[in-house]
C-alpha cells in the first residue's frame, strides 16, 4: 500500500457477531469516494504509538501504527465500510485494534487508510480450496458470497468455540468443514479429507505457524502453481503484528533460499 493519507471515521454501529468477533460499521463521507474493492481487500486502522486510536484530534506527526482489517461489506452510497474484528486476549493481554473493537462505542473516531488487495480466488480452476482461522473468515465470507454459484470445493474453517461457527451464504457445491482450533489445526485436518485429483485453486490465510504448515501440506499434496495459489499470514501467536511483520520477511527470504 502507498504511504496513506488518513480518512477519519466514526463508529456508526457495532454488534457481536459471535462469540469472539465484534461486527464494525465505520462512516465517513469520504468513503463515498472509497475505490471499489474486490473480496478480501483490507483496510487499516491507525493508532497512535500509545495504543489509542488516531483521530480528528491526534497530533499529525505523532508516530502511528497499523492495523490490517478486511473490508466485509462496502457501501459507497452511504460513506460505510464493516469490518468483523476478533476479539482476543491471552493471560489478560491484547491488542490496541482487539482492545479497541470490544470498547468502540458509537460516534467514536478511528482513522482508516485504504484500501489493500489480496489475490482472488481463481474460479476457472476445477474446484477451490478456501481455509483459515477466525482471521480470514470475513475474507472466506466475502469469496463465497461473490464466487460463481456453480463454483465446487471446500472451504475450512478454524475457530475458537464453537459459538463463533455461524450460517454462511455460500455455492451449494462448497462444502464447509467448521474446525476446532484447539484440535489439531488446519493443516491436519486438510490432510485427513479425500479432495478430487484435479489441481484446484487456493485461497488460505491464518496464523504464521498455521500458515506455514499449510504451506508443506499444499506442497506435498497439491501441485498448485503459484498463480493457483493465495497463502498468507494473519498473525502471529505471542507477537505484535509489528514483530510478526518482521517474522513475515525473514520467513519469505528463508523461502527464497530454498
Ligand atoms: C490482509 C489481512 C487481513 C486481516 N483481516 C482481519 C479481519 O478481518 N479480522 C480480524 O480479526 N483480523 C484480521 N487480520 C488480523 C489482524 O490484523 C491481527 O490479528 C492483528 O495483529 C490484531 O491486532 P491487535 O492490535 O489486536 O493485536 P497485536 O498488537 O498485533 O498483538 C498483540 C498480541 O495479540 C496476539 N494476537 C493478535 N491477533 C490475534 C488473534 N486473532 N487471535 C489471538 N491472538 C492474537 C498477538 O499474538 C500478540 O501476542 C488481518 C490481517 C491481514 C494481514
Not at 468513503?31 to 474493492?37: D, G, H
Not at 478486511?70 to 486476549?89: C, F, S
Not at 473468515?137 to 463454483?151: C, N, Q, R, V
Not at 463463533?164 to 467448521?178: F, G, M, N, S, Y
Amino acid at each position: 500500500m502507498s504511504k496513506p493519507i488518513p480518512i477519519i471515521t466514526r463508529v456508526k454501529d457495532t454488534s457481536r457477531l459471535s462469540e469472539n468477533m465484534q461486527s464494525v460499521i465505520l462512516e465517513s463521507e469520504r468513503l463515498k469516494q472509497f475505490p471499489a474493492v474486490q473480496p478480501g481487500a483490507y483496510i487499516k486502522l491507525i493508532f497512535e504509538a500509545s495504543g489509542v486510536p488516531f483521530t480528528s484530534s491526534s497530533h499529525q506527526d505523532t508516530p502511528r501504527m497499523m492495523r490490517t482489517y478486511t473490508i466485509r461489506k462496502l457501501d459507497k452510497n452511504k460513506g460505510q465500510l464493516q469490518i468483523d474484528m476478533v476479539l482476543h486476549a491471552h493471560n489478560g493481554v491484547s491488542g490496541p485494534a482487539a482492545t479497541w473493537a470490544a470498547k468502540a462505542k458509537l460516534g467514536d473516531e478511528i482513522a482508516i487508510a485504504g484500501p489493500g488487495s489480496v489475490k482472488q480466488v481463481d474460479t476457472k480452476a476445477d474446484w477451490v480450496l478456501l481455509a483459515g482461522d477466525t482471521t480470514a473468515l470475513p475474507a472466506i465470507e466475502s469469496h463465497l458470497e461473490s464466487i460463481p454459484k456453480d463454483t465446487k470445493g471446500y472451504a475450512f474453517i478454524s475457530v475458537g468455540s464453537e459459538n463463533d461457527i455461524r450460517a454462511l451464504v455460500k455455492p451449494k457445491d462448497i462444502d464447509v468443514i467448521w474446525v476446532d482450533q484447539n484440535s489439531g489445526g488446519l493443516a491436519s485436518r486438510i490432510s485427513g479429507a479425500s479432495f478430487p485429483d484435479s489441481t484446484p485453486s487456493i485461497w488460505a490465510a491464518a496464523e504464521f505457524s498455521q500458515m506455514r504448515e499449510m504451506r508443506a501440506l499444499f506442497a506435498e499434496r497439491f501441485s498448485v502453481s503459484r498463480n493457483e495459489l493465495y497463502l498468507s499470514s494473519y498473525w502471529k501467536f505471542g507477537r505484535s503484528d509489528e514483530q510478526h511483520k518482521v517474522d513475515k520477511r525473514n520467513d519469505a527470504m528463508q523461502l527464497q533460499q530454498m
